[in-house]
């Protein structure tokens, strides 16, 4: 048998990752018992999932709970983060140059060869 933990447990092990109480809200909201392993595991899910949490909130996270920077995880978030926000700009297409206005961040989240590989 699973043992439950309580929501005010939950709200101290979120605490302890550097999450404000009003988002360890809606975190547990969106997973409950869940977010053991969602933060433990792939905390760049919440970016996707929990209004209020995008890519920098959940690579923050992520470093603090010990995710890699080369993660598999964040490589796929940090490509849609900069691609979402490219496309509220109104691109349809962006370079992959590192001296491009439009999305240096690539160079933030990973290099270009990883990128390839991945796309």
Same mark, same amino acid.
Request: net charge positive.
């Given at each position: 048998?699973?043992?439950?933990?309580?929501?005010?447990?939950?709200?101290? +092990?979120?605490?302890?990752?550097?999450?404000?109480?009003?988002?360890?809200? *809606?975190?547990?909201?969106?997973? /409950?018992?869940?977010?053991?392993?969602?933060?433990?595991?792939?905390? =760049?899910?919440?970016?996707?999932? %929990?209004? /209020?949490? $995008? +890519?920098?909130?959940?690579?923050?996270?992520?470093?603090?709970?010990?995710?890699?920077?080369?993660?598999?995880?964040?490589?796929?978030? $940090?490509?849609? =983060?900069?691609?979402? /926000?490219?496309?509220?700009?109104?691109?349809?297409?962006?370079?992959? $140059?590192?001296?491009?206005?439009?999305?240096?961040?690539?160079?933030? %989240?990973?290099?270009?060869?990883?990128? *390839?590989?991945?796309?």
């Amino acid at each position: 048998m699973v043992e439950k933990k309580r929501p005010a447990d939950a709200m101290i +092990f979120l605490e302890k990752y550097g999450i404000t109480s009003n988002l360890a809200v *809606r975190i547990y909201q969106a997973y /409950g018992q869940e977010i053991y392993s969602v933060i433990r595991e792939n905390p =760049y899910r919440m970016a996707e999932e %929990v209004p /209020g949490i $995008g +890519f920098k909130i959940a690579d923050e996270i992520a470093e603090r709970v010990g995710i890699r920077t080369d993660s598999d995880f964040r490589i796929r978030c $940090g490509i849609l =983060y900069c691609l979402t /926000g490219a496309s509220t700009l109104g691109h349809t297409y962006l370079p992959l $140059g590192k001296n491009s206005s439009v999305m240096p961040i690539s160079y933030w %989240v990973l290099h270009r060869s990883t990128l *390839r590989n991945m796309l």
